[in-house]
């Protein structure tokens, strides 16, 4: 029997024996794997760096986000806004005829395939939000590991399984794969009845078409890549060019540009020399120490900069490829005349140290860019409150999924409100990744039509045995809070 056959019965029988555990044991399960990451903190944090590149400091921010996380999903658990139990009552009177007693409530998929990316070894990867999301489920989690973090890979994962273990979760809650295609095996495993995925676009694409070509097509979760425009009106370059040219340069440079949130495009008023501020502020900043995080980021980002670059009319400012993981600032400009001739400039993302200034003459020009972006993670405005907009926040709004106003989008809290995904290519289905709602990725409804109370799930009944929120016949109902504010 091959690894995966074996590893994915395992989660196959885990997901069904824990189909009948309860709320708060499923919240101990992600508390239990929660604390067991943070008691290990230096041991990962060490591995992490040796592995990936990146500083101590922001190896330690994303693990503590990423305890987070888990011990925020498991509170989601309980709460159990997740589980949209409704409930409508029969009803002899209702408008297009006699209603029976319908009641709907969400449950978990099945098992789960995760694959994570190389520059999040800790919130998207092993322990990140997608294995987080889908146990709070209630589905199980074969996790198949990125090749640039290994040895942090098994080392998480075993965590993870003895955190689970003492906890008392069945075998199988979670495993961890290595290899191409063991990933492509477990994508097309009967048994796996959806996939998270945070990578490229390209990588992301291939494993999409497989997951959706299969006899049963399932759904794939895909958090792929984004330019994240940002558009400077002319108010506000004018009241605050140097406090917008330093947010971004931060942004741009933050992890040595290796963000899916990093903003690749500003859109800048033309003929005030906003180029040049920039470049200026960008030469008075030093670099953040450090390299890119593999010589296969390296290649594709270099070639992300030299497609952008062998376009007429974009002219590197500062930078260019460097040949070596150092990768300077490299900033390029353009006008926006020469983007609305080429509009699939606006979909090169250079994962790194890399962005564009836009030059445009006046709002239709920037209305024009605004319609011509493609599905975004996030988009930004930086106005002022007497800006006239025009339909800019309309066309954001329609396709991203964050939209920023004065702030920058590196940086993504997890909380309830967050929303990471958008149209494709930033993903490949409506979702997020982050943030409580990523849950529902896993979980789909069923209605159950005139169950006697006995029969019916427990957050159908009427007696709301759960303590959860139940929408009946149209109303949204709270329960009483507990002593824990729940
Ligand atoms: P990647 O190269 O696509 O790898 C992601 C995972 O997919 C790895 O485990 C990889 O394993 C596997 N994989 C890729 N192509 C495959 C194929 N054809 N067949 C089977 N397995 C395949 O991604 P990455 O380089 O780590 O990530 C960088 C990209 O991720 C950037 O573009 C960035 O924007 C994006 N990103 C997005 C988000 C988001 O939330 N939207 C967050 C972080 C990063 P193997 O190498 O073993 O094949």
Do not use: Y
């Given at each position: 029997m091959s690894d995966v056959q074996s590893v994915v019965d395992a989660a196959e029988r885990a997901y069904r024996s824990g189909l009948s555990r309860t709320p708060a044991e499923r919240r101990g399960w992600l508390e239990s794997m929660s604390h067991a990451l943070d008691a290990e903190r230096d041991e990962l944090i060490a591995i992490a760096r040796d592995e990936t590149h990146l500083a101590a400091a922001r190896l330690g921010g994303e693990l503590t986000r990423t305890t987070f996380q888990l011990r925020f999903l498991g509170a989601e658990v309980v709460d159990g806004?997740?589980?949209?139990a409704t409930i409508d009552h029969a009803d002899p009177?209702?408008?297009?005829g006699p209603r029976p007693d319908i009641r709907s409530i969400r449950r978990p998929i099945g098992p789960v395939a995760v694959f994570g990316a190389?520059?999040?070894?800790f919130a998207f990867s092993v322990a990140g939000g997608d294995t987080a999301s889908a146990l709070a489920a209630g589905c199980t989690v074969v996790h198949k590991a990125h090749p640039a973090h290994p040895r942090l890979a098994r080392r998480t994962a075993a965590i993870l399984i003895e955190a689970l273990r003492s906890a008392g979760?069945?075998?199988?809650?979670f495993a961890l794969l290595e290899g191409e295609d063991e990933g492509v095996q477990l994508v097309q495993h009967?048994?796996?009845?959806a996939v998270g995925f945070t990578g490229s676009t390209r990588g992301g694409r291939a494993l999409f078409d497989l997951a959706t070509s299969r006899p049963e097509p399932i759904p794939f979760f895909g958090e792929l890549g984004s330019t994240n425009p940002v558009f400077v009106t002319r108010s506000a370059w004018q009241r605050r060019s140097q406090e917008i040219a330093d947010g971004y340069l931060a942004s741009v440079r933050l992890g040595r540009g290796q963000f899916?949130?990093?903003?690749?495009f500003i859109m800048v008023p033309a003929a005030v020399g906003a180029p040049q501020v920039i470049a200026h502020a960008a030469i008075d900043q030093p670099d953040e120490p450090g390299l890119l995080l593999s010589s296969r980021l390296r290649d594709s980002f270099e070639g992300a900069l030299d497609a952008l670059a062998a376009t007429d009319g974009v002219e590197t400012l500062l930078g260019g490829?460097?040949?070596?993981?150092?990768a300077p600032l490299t900033l390029l400009r353009v006008d926006a005349t020469t983007v609305l001739e080429n509009?699939?400039?606006?979909?090169?993302?250079?994962?790194?140290p890399a962005s564009v200034i836009v030059e445009y003459r006046d709002m239709a020009e920037l209305d024009q860019l605004s319609t011509l972006i493609?599905?975004?993670l996030t988009s930004t405005v930086q106005g002022e409150?007497?800006?006239?907009?025009?339909a800019l926040l309309p066309a954001l709004a329609e396709r991203s999924g964050r939209v920023l106003w004065?702030?920058?989008?590196t940086g993504v809290t997890v909380s309830w409100a967050q929303q990471h995904g958008g149209p494709y290519p930033a993903t490949?289905?409506?979702?997020?990744?982050?943030?409580?709602?990523?849950?529902?990725?896993f979980q789909r409804a069923v209605a159950y039509q005139g169950l006697p109370p006995e029969l019916l799930p427990l957050g159908l009944r009427d007696d709301n045995p759960l303590g959860i929120p139940q929408r009946i016949d149209g109303i949204l109902t709270l329960p009483a809070k507990g002593d824990d504010g729940r």
């Open positions: 806004t997740h589980l949209e009177t209702w408008g297009m190389s520059n999040f070894p979760a069945p075998d199988g809650t009967p048994l796996i009845k899916c949130t990093k903003p690749g490829p460097s040949g070596d993981e150092s509009p699939e400039l606006l979909e090169q993302e250079a994962f790194g493609g599905g975004q409150p007497d800006d006239d907009l025009g004065n702030a920058w989008p490949t289905a409506a979702g997020t990744s982050v943030g409580a709602a990523a849950i529902s990725r």
